[in-house]
């Protein structure tokens, strides 16, 4: 097992320089196909919790001395050619997945593996390493993908309702007596207790906590996870579960209409203010409209609202800090 000497610095500069963040995706259509090509490390790290708790991550990393969890997320058009080099720095063996596009197969210790694929599908995608499933993934090699429809822009797939701009939304669940014996290469032996509910890897921090309102180690004000919009700027959020904790999307302000499930385009939009996401790879895309909201009087136009979820366990942070865990926040500007 590496220790490496990036480990032992502060939480706070270890999870805005570590545990890197990643801004807004932006994106812009093609008439044409290209090749998108990405690198990743497989590296590992431990980082410092909110409750002063070391936790062992694993990660697709931008570098070799860096843990991203999750992995950058990717968006990329329908046809490109994706070419992913993948280099294993650790000392056991891992792989790329992106279920019904591409498998690497085993990638050893030191490996560097190159695969390609072509982007067939649309759709919301998890990346992720399959092998010792779930506790790989769960440890944190996992990342968003995205396959935009040909030459559009503005749908999800052909005929779907519009949206001017996209976020990922990928939830996790922690428990660190598995992330343990998962550093030591032994297979976790206890029931599985998630004590850490992350939001593309950060947990919320409420007014006053220490870190509140930094969007290197604040979930509720994180670049990759907070929304933020004028009236009608309508926000496709790709919502993917790598985690083992089933949970229940709730956003403030405005229903959201609800596209797919698990994959699947469902066959009416509904209407929704809670979306029930399943554990262990669900998978669900909805559009938050940034409308006026309704239920204000007198009406208001900006302002900043919650996403939480229901399960109340994944509101807290180690067994009792409240407001800890995964959410963030809508902003109407
Ligand atoms: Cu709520």
Aim: net charge negative; charged share 15%.
């Amino acid at each position: 097992m590496k220790r490496r000497d990036f480990l032992k610095v502060g939480s706070a500069t270890f999870a805005g320089s570590v545990f890197g963040s990643v801004g807004l995706l932006t994106w812009a259509p093609r008439s044409y196909a290209q090749t998108i090509s990405k690198t990743f490390y497989i590296t590992d790290g431990y980082q410092n919790l909110i409750t002063g708790e070391n936790v062992y991550f694993r990660g697709f990393s931008d570098s070799q001395n860096i843990v991203n969890v999750p992995g950058e997320s990717m968006i990329v058009q329908q046809g490109d050619t994706v070419k992913i080099t993948i280099t294993n720095t650790l000392d056991s063996t891992h792989s790329f997945v992106i279920d019904g596009l591409v498998d690497s197969g085993p990638i050893a210790p030191n490996q560097t593996k190159t695969i390609t694929f072509e982007a067939t599908d649309v759709g919301s995608y998890l990346y992720y390493d399959k092998l010792n499933a779930p506790y790989n993934r769960l440890v944190g090699l996992h990342g968003g993908f995205a396959v935009m429809p040909n030459g559009l822009s503005n749908q999800m797939y052909p005929g779907s309702p519009t949206f001017v701009q996209q976020y990922f939304w990928i939830f996790n669940d922690i428990d660190p007596v598995w992330h343990s014996a998962i550093a030591n290469g032994q297979t976790p032996t206890t029931a599985y207790e998630p004590r850490y509910f992350t939001l593309n890897g950060l947990g919320g921090r409420p007014p006053g906590a220490p870190g509140a309102h930094d969007p290197n180690i604040d979930a509720l004000t994180d670049p990759r996870s907070a929304l933020h919009g004028h009236i009608g700027d309508r926000t496709l959020v790709r919502i993917l579960n790598p985690g083992l904790a089933a949970q229940s999307v709730h956003c403030h302000a405005n229903h959201v209409e609800w596209l797919t499930e698990n994959g699947q385009i469902r066959p009416d939009v509904w209407k929704k203010d809670c979306l029930y996401l399943d554990g262990d790879m669900g998978a669900l895309d909805a559009i938050f409209p940034f409308e006026v909201p309704p239920d204000s009087y007198p009406p208001v136009t900006t302002g900043a609202y919650p996403m939480h979820l229901h399960t109340e366990m994944s509101q807290t942070a180690g067994g009792g800090y409240y407001m800890f865990g995964a959410m963030t926040d809508i902003y109407f500007e």
